[in-house]
């Protein structure tokens, strides 16, 4: 045997093993009178080049963000799986059952199917397992000596007969080459049954006698239907054979609802926060450094995409090229949703036929629009019923050109080719992140040909409509109207203005220096300030403040000398009204009528900040130029 396989092999498979398991395979075709014509040296070399590419494979990480790849075994966080898939829970104590990914090898399940959505570290999961195999000792001894590969995106620029194309890429894996008897030649159905259960058999006669893993990685990344169903049936069949071998396959969990004998289905889990701050430090490695990070994104109104290591390991290498997260929080929303809709399959050259005509990314993009933002406006919840689906669906389908009595399908479809929208429970439905389904939301709404008037509408809406204010083409104009037509001429009532506020800051839209924001902007201010009165909590008063005083930053910038001579030329001090909080707040009433919009009649002003604003030693720079929040 060749110096460099007997080294690949060497502490996985002895040669006295690998001798026996050739001879036992061979064995299973003597009663079809064929031969095993591949020598034990051959599938050695054939093991030998195929654990090479296995190692290199697992060793690293890459996508378009990173400036180099990345070593998986220092970057890798230990991931978490539901017992019991998201999709069959019926109640909310079955998320709490989970056990640890590596652990599962531990336990008397004899093969898995390793469910999660885009981006949730399924194939990073298989890397880190085989590098477990190759460097690690004590990892499932006595259940693994090796693992064998297949990337099953690969079958799809197969040449070979799709009922055997599986079987046929295991066995260039191992090596294996046949003389088959007559009986078992030519193109018959008994034919190709007989050589298939004969091939069948050599191969699982091999993995169980050598005890491999057998890692089958993207089943959802098979493109056509036929080609699914011809795998799925060679995948029962190695899972009813393989004994003393393990099987593991993985796949985006809308697009896997099969049950396989002696397979367990586990569903990989969101990461955790401590998993976020091992991730960023392992990824980032410098402490002070990931520190920021951390802090960064837990201050940013998308910290929820975090809990999916694609979207957090892209946020991380975003970082470490330019020493911060982007700066406004709706590039961060398009770049995850270009991510998932598109760039990571066009990394991988995974391509994904839809079952509908013209339903491509773009359309899919649209459509999600749409049902985030009617979902937000027709159902007081987070989590949705498969009739709010339906009765959604309804009103939405015809314009998508899409069937009418095919939600459930189309559902299913955005789960598994998006990973937007997901199953999150029997018959219950959610976005994948709520702040994602807030941008969908305002992308709705920007394109709607004005804003609603519906109060009832708006009301349900203040972090959607922020984000709209960020995102449209002119955010100046799109906040004067909101405030000065919207806003003033309806009842605000709860928690929608401090909402509202707190994630327009958030968002930094870029502003005009120009009079109809100056009043906007006050007057939602002043609408602010209202909202607050003796009977608030106390908590709810030092909340209030903190959020005034981040307000009051804002339209100090704002607020340069010649929009506070044009404010001053409009309202009158008046008077003085009532401590609402920690400053007692002036009244300043109409003198006169702004230009195309209508102003309220009085606004309120905290003293503390008019004197800021009137000092001189608070000078306020006077200028033109675009305001950036």
Request: hydrophobic content about 40%; aromatic content about 10%; charged content about 25%.
């Amino acid at each position: 045997m060749p110096v460099e396989v007997a080294h690949i092999l060497e502490g996985y498979l002895a040669r006295k093993v690998l001798n026996t398991a050739v001879r036992a395979a061979g064995n299973c075709l003597v009663g079809v009178k064929s031969k095993l014509v591949s020598t034990p040296d051959a599938i050695a070399a054939a093991l030998e080049r195929h654990l090479g590419e296995v190692r290199n494979w697992a060793s690293e990480v890459t996508f378009g963000d990173l400036k180099e790849a990345k070593q998986t075994n220092r970057i890798f966080v230990q991931l978490d799986c539901y017992v019991v898939p998201r999709h069959r829970h019926i109640y909310p104590e079955e998320a709490v059952t989970k056990i640890p990914l590596d652990a599962l090898f531990a336990t008397d399940a004899k093969h898995f199917v390793f469910l999660g959505t885009p981006g949730a570290g399924k194939t990073t999961s298989m890397k880190s397992l085989c590098n477990k195999i190759f460097t690690d000792e004590n990892f499932a001894p006595d259940r693994i000596n090796y693992p064998v590969l297949i990337k099953l995106r690969d079958l799809n620029h197969s040449d070979q007969s799709a009922r055997v194309v599986l079987l046929n890429a295991l066995c260039d894996a191992l090596g294996l080459t046949f003389e088959f008897a007559e009986a078992l030649q030519g193109k018959s159905q008994d034919a190709l049954r007989l050589r298939f259960e004969a091939v069948a058999d050599v191969v699982c006669k091999l993995l169980n006698e050598t005890k491999a893993l057998l890692i089958l990685d993207g089943f959802d990344e098979i493109a056509e239907f036929e080609l699914r169903e011809a795998v799925l049936h060679q995948v029962r069949t190695l899972a009813l054979r393989l004994d003393t071998a393990t099987l593991a396959l993985t796949s985006r969990t809308g697009e896997f609802m099969a049950v396989i004998d002696t397979t367990r289905i586990f569903e990989i889990c969101s990461l955790g926060p401590e998993q976020i701050t091992d991730f960023a430090k392992k990824w980032i490695e410098d402490d002070t450094k990931a520190e920021s990070f951390l802090k960064q994104v837990a201050q940013s109104p998308f910290a929820d995409s975090a809990i999916k290591p694609l979207t957090l390991a892209h946020l991380c290498a975003v970082f470490e090229r330019v020493g911060s997260i982007p700066e406004k929080p709706k590039t961060v929303y398009r770049k995850i949703l270009h991510l998932l809709l598109e760039d990571w399959d066009e990394q991988r050259s995974v391509k994904r036929k839809s079952r509908y005509s013209s339903f491509e990314s773009d359309r899919k993009y649209e459509f999600l629009a749409n049902l985030a933002y009617h979902l937000t406006v027709e159902c007081r919840s987070v989590v949705f019923s498969s009739r709010d689906i339906a009765a959604i669906y309804r009103k939405v389908c015809q314009d998508f050109g899409l069937p009418q009595d095919e939600a459930v399908d189309v559902t299913k479809e955005l789960e598994s080719h998006t990973g937007l929208f997901v199953q999150c429970g029997f018959g219950e439905f959610e976005f994948a992140h709520k702040s994602l389904q807030e941008f969908l939301a305002a992308e709705f709404l920007v394109r709607l040909p004005s804003i609603p008037h519906d109060n009832r509408i708006l009301e349900k809406l203040p972090n959607e409509l922020a984000i709209a204010t960020t995102i449209s083409s002119n955010p100046s104009l799109y906040l004067s109207e909101l405030v000065l037509r919207r806003f003033t001429e309806l009842t605000i009532q709860g928690s929608f203005l401090p909402t509202y506020v707190t994630r327009l800051l958030q968002e930094r839209p870029d502003f005009k220096s120009e009079h109809t924001v100056v009043f906007a902007l006050i007057t939602l201010y002043s609408m602010t300030v209202k909202g607050y009165g003796r009977d608030t909590p106390q908590m709810q008063l030092f909340l209030y403040d903190q959020l005034v005083s981040e307000f009051e930053d804002l339209l100090s910038c704002v607020l340069r000398t010649n929009s506070l001579a044009e404010f001053e030329r409009h309202y009158i001090k008046v008077g003085q009204a009532t401590v609402v909080s920690s400053s007692p707040v002036h009244t300043f009433r109409k003198t006169k009528e702004l230009k195309d919009f209508a102003l309220p009649q009085e606004l309120l002003i905290r003293e503390s900040f008019f004197k800021r604003l009137t000092s001189p030693t608070e000078a306020i720079p006077i200028g033109t130029s675009p305001l950036k929040i």
